[in-house]
């Protein structure tokens, strides 16, 4: 009923800069959070920058001050600006969605969370 769409990954060099999108459709009624999450070979997925509904944000302690995270409402679109990127940021990264969705001809909505297909990130040394 949502459907992720990811862009913007790629490879850079060490100190460079790359900016995320992701763009959401489908029978979505509202939008309450959207987020960027990132997976390294051999370690878990971890929240990288979240922004709310009213654009509270809050990031990973090791991204703050490099990367920021916003969202574009009306366009159902949310970016992530990745500067001074290094080694360790390496990983794909995951746009995640909360949304409300319409649900059944009574108009009922439902709370989902949903994934993008990932997008890598290189950064080389």
């Known amino acids: 009923q ?3 769409v990811e862009s913007g990954g790629g490879l850079v060099q060490t100190g460079g800069s790359l900016r995320l999108s992701c763009t959401a459709s489908g029978s979505i009624f509202s939008i309450d959070a959207m987020a960027w999450y990132r997976q390294a070979p051999g370690k878990q997925r971890e929240l990288v920058a979240r922004i709310f ?3 509270r944000t809050n990031y990973a302690d090791s991204v703050k001050g490099r990367f920021t995270i916003s969202r574009d409402s009306a366009e159902r679109t949310v970016f ?7 080694p360790e940021d390496t990983a794909v990264y995951y746009c995640n969605v909360e949304s409300r969705v319409v649900t059944g001809n009574s108009g009922a909505l439902r709370y989902v969370i949903s994934w993008g297909q990932g997008i890598q990130v290189t950064v080389s040394s």
Do not use: K, T
């Open 80 to 86: 992530l600006q990745m500067n001074s990127l290094g």
């Open 2 to 4: 949502v459907q992720l």
């Open 53 to 55: 509904s009213e654009s």
